[in-house]
């Protein structure tokens, strides 16, 4: 009996301090979209701890921090955010250290010598040759291996529901009079190369703000990254060479954040159908308008968003229906840069993973539409 009333005596208090320690969690770094989680984790290494506040899986324009994701936010050092219109909940965090990156980038990415995007209209890639990565050969992007996807498993989605964005609408930016506000065309900006080394460099500079005795460390990471991304690119324009007397246009199933990178290259990403929802059933009439526009394109292969964990419903019956007309129709995935899976995560997915993702699909759908050259 004695024991029975000891265990329930001591069975709250274990359950408060457990509570106590969850939402007493602090890091160093807190990013709110994937591209600068990654930049931040591989610039700062084991010199600092970074989470990413989006849990694996979920869609920014999806989210709402909870009560505790929010504590744990106002406690980190430095917040990475991606802009003010995709995160309208950060707006009223006052925070020292609050690195709004749309703002501290602006809209002039190509004014700095490692990198002009002015040359890409003719898709040459010669420009970078004046990049030596022999300075950087120990640090490899597999340092991202390290990285443990398990700071998320205290997201649960069910309580995102409960935060209400609306409140931010008297926002008037007084807080960045240093930093002119630019007005992008697309609020997926970080999809351009340009504009995803200005953010590096941001946020290489943020990182050392905040632990200045690492500035040399994190400055060196820096170029490596901007390297990495450079070579991406140089490898997609070397292929579009090969197509600079076609007007490529490539089609997305449903939503298109891809615009900006699109025009970067010199090509045109457009939606074929802005509405599709790669995991939902197709009523009759909307299978029937999609397979029709397939057609009127002369569509073979399209992207659509990555799935995450969902199975590809609409995707198989589509392909289906076309396979039974002989039409034969691939759809392949196109990363827009807003997450990866919680399954991604667990086996270490970099950006330079997801790009070298894009890059390989992009070929393969504009070999597929356009011919091999």
């Known amino acids: 009996m004695i024991k029975k009333l000891l265990m329930l005596f001591t069975l709250p208090i274990m359950i408060v301090t457990l509570i106590s320690c969850v939402s007493s969690t602090k890091y160093d770094v807190i990013a709110t979209l994937y591209p600068q989680y990654d930049m931040a984790r591989y610039i700062s290494g084991d010199e600092l701890s970074v989470k990413l506040i989006l849990p694996y899986g979920m869609s920014p324009h999806d989210f709402e921090p909870t009560s505790n994701e929010m504590k744990i936010i106002e406690d980190a050092s430095l917040i990475l955010l991606t802009s003010y219109e995709l995160e309208p909940w950060l707006v009223d965090v006052e925070h020292d250290n609050k690195a709004d990156l749309e703002e501290l980038i602006g809209t002039e990415y190509t004014d700095h010598d490692d990198h002009d995007g002015d040359d890409h209209d003719d898709h040459d890639g010669d420009d970078h040759d004046d990049h030596d990565g022999d300075d ?15 700071d998320h498993d205290d997201h649960d989605g069910d309580d995102h529901d409960d935060h209400d964005g609306d409140d931010h609408d008297d926002h008037d930016g007084d807080d960045h009079d240093d930093h002119h506000h630019h007005d992008h065309a697309d609020i997926h900006y970080w999809t351009r190369p340009d504009a995803m080394i200005a953010m590096v460099r941001e946020v290489a500079e943020a990182l050392a703000h905040i632990s200045p005795e690492n500035q040399d460390l994190f400055m060196a990471r820096k170029e490596e990254y901007i390297e990495k991304i450079n070579s991406f690119s140089d490898e997609l324009n070397e292929f579009l060479h090969e197509y600079e007397d076609t007007n490529i246009k490539l089609f997305i199933a449903g939503h298109n954040a891809m615009g900006e990178f699109a025009e970067y290259y010199g090509f045109e990403i ?55 007309e002989g039409y034969t129709l691939e759809f392949l995935e196109l990363s827009q840069f807003h997450n990866i899976s919680a399954s991604e995560a667990s086996e270490n997915m970099t950006l330079f993973d997801i790009y070298r993702n894009n890059i390989e699909n992009i070929k393969r759908v504009i070999k597929s539409n356009y011919g091999e050259r």
């Not at 950087?136 to 398990?150: A, L």
């Not at 074929?272 to 939902?280: G, M, R, S, V, W």
């Open 136 to 150: 950087h050969d120990d640090h490899d992007s597999d340092d991202h291996d390290d990285h443990d996807g398990d």
């Open 270 to 324: 457009v939606s074929l159908y802005p509405d599709f929802i790669p995991d939902a059933e197709l009523t009759s009439q909307e299978l029937s308008n999609f397979i029709d526009l397939v057609k009127e394109n002369n569509v073979l292969s399209l992207f659509l968003e990555p799935l995450f964990e969902a199975a590809p419903v609409a995707t198989e019956t589509i392909s289906s229906s076309l396979a039974s």
